[in-house]
């Protein structure tokens, strides 16, 4: 398919960093950016310093929709989900998909209130990207995007071409948002110490992460993940290989003031850890303090 036409709810660091590269994408027509706070343009230092820039059309209010799009991308924090299926209407025509491109493991139930399930393809992206201002963004390393097998999915990755971010489906879904939620839920004791990656070097962090970690995996197994063992020590390697300065965004917004997705990230692992009788009292614990000072 060419000339893909797109919205991207949501421009900030992630919803910046992948409509910017898509701007450049040959199968994609116009790309619209659907902004809260606006903005004039995007400018997105790739991790090999190249300065990516587009110039998106920007709207900030759901009546300057004229038509529907193909493809609408949210890239919200999840606790903004409400506010911005407000987009949603003047967006959809009969055969548009919804790309949810958040953290956690509940995309599809974050958005079922909202839009009919067989419309979401729930996505999982690493990549490490920082927002310095609106539309101004740091995309530290060539990151990965994960969509389920399918052709909903295939579509949605086929719209990557560049290397900057390989997009590939998956036919095990649940095990690849488990895996990216074992590598978010340590991300707590950043926002927790107001430190960036490098605190992983700190005495006894490394070992806090893992047993953060083993909670998620335990968890992970029960909903039908397939976790392996080495999941605690793989995320301790992933966090020391951060460049030491760098900021996740759970630490990102609660820097910034905003509120923090810890239920998503931490509260998720204990409510569902409840249901299926395994306790995680490290990520209630992250979640409930997070919660008291956001
Ligand atoms: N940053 C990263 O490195 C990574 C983030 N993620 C995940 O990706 C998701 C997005 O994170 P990230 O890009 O960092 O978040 P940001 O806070 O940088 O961006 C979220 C954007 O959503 C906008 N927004 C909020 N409500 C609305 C609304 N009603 N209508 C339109 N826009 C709205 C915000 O507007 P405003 O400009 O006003 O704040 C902001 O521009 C999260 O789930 C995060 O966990 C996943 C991998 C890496
Ligand atoms: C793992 C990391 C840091 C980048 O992909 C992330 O998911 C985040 O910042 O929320």
């Known amino acids: 398919m060419t000339n893909v036409s797109i919205a991207v709810v949501g421009p900030g660091a992630i919803g910046g960093t992948v409509a910017a590269w898509l701007s450049h994408s040959p199968s994609v027509g116009a790309v619209t950016l659907c902004a809260r706070t606006p903005l004039d343009r995007l400018e997105v230092v790739a991790p090999d310093g190249r300065l990516i820039q587009a110039s998106p059309r920007v709207v900030t209010d759901p009546a300057q929709i004229a038509a529907p799009v193909d493809w609408v991308l949210v890239a919200t924090k999840a606790y903004d989900v409400a506010a911005a299926s407000a987009w949603l209407k003047p967006l959809l025509g009969p055969e548009t998909r919804v790309a949810v491109l958040q953290n956690g493991v509940e995309h ?75 590598l978010n839920c340590v991300g707590a004791v950043n926002a927790l110490t107001r430190l960036p990656a490098g605190v992983v070097r700190e005495e006894g962090v490394e070992d806090l992460m893992r047993a953060m970690v083993r909670e998620c995996v335990l968890v992970g197994r029960a909903v039908g993940a397939k976790l392996g063992d080495e999941v605690p020590d793989w995320v301790v390697e992933r966090t020391r290989a951060s460049a030491p300065d760098s900021v996740n965004s759970l630490l990102g917004d609660r820097l910034a003031g905003r509120p923090m997705e810890w239920d998503a990230r931490n509260g998720v692992i204990a409510r569902l850890g409840e249901q299926h009788g395994i306790a995680a009292p490290l990520n209630a614990m992250a979640a409930t303090l997070l919660s008291v000072v956001e």
């Not at 101004?136 to 949605?156: L, Y």
């Not at 971010?165 to 998956?170: C, D, F, G």
């Open 108 to 182: 599809v139930e974050r958005f079922s209130p909202f839009l009919d399930a067989d419309r979401i393809v729930p996505v999982i992206v690493d990549i490490p990207a920082e927002r310095d201002a609106p539309g101004r963004i740091r995309h530290r390393r060539n990151g990965t995007i994960t969509a389920p097998a399918g052709p909903a999915g295939e579509a949605f990755c086929a719209l990557f071409v560049d290397e900057a971010l390989v997009a590939s489906t998956t036919e095990d879904f649940t095990t690849a948002a488990w895996t990216k939620l074992s």
